[in-house]
């Protein structure tokens, strides 16, 4: 599904700084795989390029053998939008929504009718056990209540790949693990997940381990 032949991402801002160097790397489709390394390895960057919100400075990737290079902003937008889905640490909920609005959101902007929005809406939370929330307010729901809700959000548009930024960040211990045996699930069901962390208890949990120190892929553990 995904194919990564020796990528590398350079900023020009600040005299020039490479953040990834030469990475390759192969993701099948309905794999579970954890990148992790310690902050400032390159960890975002990658996260970024992989979901198309960023472009390589050299090297190619691939998405289900399409090569990224040759799509313009609207192909990727497009691309982004209905076959990618995101989980960041800090949610990105908009608090005076209902939990029900706010996973309905991106099929707004794809200018899904609203009876097929709310339908679709109401069947992700169902899948990730948020039936009994769907009006409540973001600023009234507990930090694991918030990520699934998060969660169904990025699989409203019934993406293949789900990346994850450090997504058990803001939870204590045990709706950590809850969050993580829900992207197990997941898995079960067909979806691709790439789940990126420092937390090497997180990590434990994947049979595939990506370490990336200093913008290299220093180990791919299977």
Same mark, same amino acid.
């Given at each position: ?30 794999? %579970? ?5 310690? !902050? ?10 992989? #979901?198309?919100? $960023?472009?390589? !400075?050299? #090297? ?8 990224? +290079?040759?799509?313009? $902003? +609207? %192909?990727?937008? @497009? =691309? ?8 960041? *640490? !800090? ?35 169902? *899948?990730? /056990?948020?039936? @009994?929330?769907? @009006?409540?307010? &973001?600023? *009234?729901?507990?930090? #694991?209540?918030? *990520? ?6 990025? =699989? ?37 997940? =790439? ?8 990590? &434990? /949990? ?13 180990? $791919?553990?299977?």
């Amino acid at each position: 599904m995904i194919r990564l032949e020796k990528v590398s991402r350079t900023y020009v801002t600040g005299g020039g700084v490479t953040v990834l160097r030469n990475v390759s790397l192969h993701v099948k489709r309905g794999e %579970a795989a954890c990148i992790i390394g310690p !902050s400032g390895s390159g960890k975002s960057t990658m996260l970024n390029i992989l #979901g198309l919100l $960023d472009r390589p !400075s050299a #090297g190619k990737f691939f998405f289900e053998g399409i090569d990224t +290079a040759t799509l313009n $902003d +609207a %192909a990727l937008s @497009h =691309l982004r939008g209905r076959r990618i889905g995101f989980v960041f *640490q !800090s949610f990105h909920l908009i608090p005076h929504l209902s939990v029900v609005e706010n996973v309905e959101l991106p099929l707004f902007y794809q200018r899904v009718p609203p009876t097929e929005r709310r339908r679709r809406a109401e069947e992700k939370l169902a *899948q990730v /056990r948020l039936s @009994h929330r769907l @009006h409540h307010r &973001a600023n *009234q729901l507990s930090g #694991g209540e918030c *990520q699934r809700t998060a969660v169904a959000r990025a =699989l409203i548009t019934d993406a293949e790949l789900l990346l994850a930024d450090e997504p058990t960040g803001n939870l204590d211990q045990k709706t950590g693990v809850e969050i993580l045996a829900l992207f197990d699930e997941l898995q079960s069901t067909g979806k691709t997940l =790439l789940v990126i962390t420092h937390d090497m208890s997180v990590a &434990a /949990r994947f049979q595939r381990r990506i370490h990336i120190a200093d913008g290299l892929v220093s180990e $791919d553990a299977k």
